[in-house]
């Protein structure tokens, strides 16, 4: 899945950690699980373009896809769909990912009382190829198809692209954004990524200033 590629790029490997904020990465996961709907031909766009609705309700084979549709109860925008997606989404890409057994998710505290968690890497060749595939595509050194470009263009959405792949940032956001406009994915796909790219957007900015807010106070 989609959200399970963009996770473990996610994932710093030596450290045992995420590469970014908490925020960013359920934002990004919550868009990559929209992206899987509107693929599925579950969910799409009304008539004006404007809101996304399950346009079609038949259970998915899928349980995780089948609990995140249930999530879009009606028609809403882009950004509220992400909204609505994003609770817990790394939760249950990771509980995924574990029952896979690509990785080990660790518990402990800090000092004994902060919770925190450590991944660890069960299957490091599907992570190292997954990362060579992308970074090959974010490094200009191939065309994306309609996998690595969703990928590259939630990441950039994100802000994250520097944080996952090393490079000169300027040109990796600079490629990212080309990457984002091209015509590599279907016209259903391709609309709908660009909404979620929006959305994500949004909701990033409203985190930030939500937090800036909170700090201020």
């Known amino acids: 899945m989609l959200a399970e590629d963009l996770m473990l790029l996610f994932l710093d490997e030596v450290a045992g950690g995420v590469r970014m904020d908490s925020t960013s990465v359920q934002n990004a996961l919550a868009g990559a699980v929209l992206l899987e709907l509107v693929d599925s031909g579950r969910v799409a766009f009304e008539a004006d373009g404007r809101k996304l609705a399950v346009v079609d ?5 899928d349980e995780f896809l089948q609990e995140f549709l249930g999530r879009i109860t009606k028609p809403m925008k ?5 909204e609505k ?3 817990r989404v790394k939760d249950h890409v990771m509980a995924r990912l574990e029952a896979r057994e690509v990785l080990t998710v660790e518990k402990s505290k800090i000092l004994g009382i902060f919770p925190t968690k450590t991944y660890t890497l069960d299957d490091p060749g599907a992570v190292i190829d997954l990362r060579r595939q992308v970074g090959d595509v974010a490094q200009g ?3 994306p198809d309609e996998r690595t470009g969703a990928l590259i263009s939630l ?17 990796m ?5 080309q990457i984002s406009a091209g015509n590599w994915a279907g016209v259903a796909v391709k609309k709908a990524l660009e909404a979620v790219h929006a959305a994500v957007t949004a909701a990033v900015i409203a985190s930030t200033v939500a937090a800036s807010g909170g700090g201020s106070s």
């Open 85 to 87: 997606l994003r609770n």
């Open 57 to 61: 309700p038949a259970p998915l084979d």
């Open 78 to 82: 882009p950004q509220r769909a992400v």
């Open 141 to 143: 050194y191939r065309a």
């Open 173 to 177: 956001n600079a490629r990212a954004k």
């Open 155 to 171: 990441l950039y959405a994100v802000k994250g692209l520097h944080k996952v792949f090393t490079g000169d940032k300027r040109e």
